[in-house]
């Protein structure tokens, strides 16, 4: 009785992390690229753009738990250097006052 008990706490455990293996997007995102290999421009763009929606996944409005969508949330998160470095990135060309107001209006809105 203990070993049927057992058994079943290990099939509900497998089925419930199942999810922890599925395909992340980067994941799908580097595997299309790689098959899309030795492809240029145009090419290239479409063989993976075709990759990666025949690899999507079939429910996209799938739930999924609370604690790997605050994982997910928590890894997208950008850190001040990556920060100052995109603002810096999207004010480049201006000079002098627009580049500082454009950077800080950047830097404020995180």
């Not at 706490?9 to 599925?22: I, K, L």
């Not at 145009?42 to 999507?56: G, Y």
């Amino acid at each position: 009785m203990t070993k049927l008990i057992a058994l079943a706490v290990m099939a509900f455990a497998f089925t419930v992390s199942a999810a922890a293996f599925a395909e992340t997007p980067q994941e799908r995102m580097s595997r299309c690229s790689k098959e899309a290999k030795g492809l240029k421009g145009n090419e290239f763009k479409n063989a993976r753009n075709k990759c990666l929606k025949e690899s999507a996944p079939a429910a996209k409005n799938e739930a999924a738990p609370a604690a790997m969508k605050e994982e997910v949330h928590a890894a997208k998160k950008e850190t001040p250097q990556e920060r100052m470095s995109r603002c810096s990135k999207e004010a480049k060309g201006l000079k002098g006052d627009e580049y500082k107001s454009a950077k800080n209006k950047c830097l404020s809105n995180k």
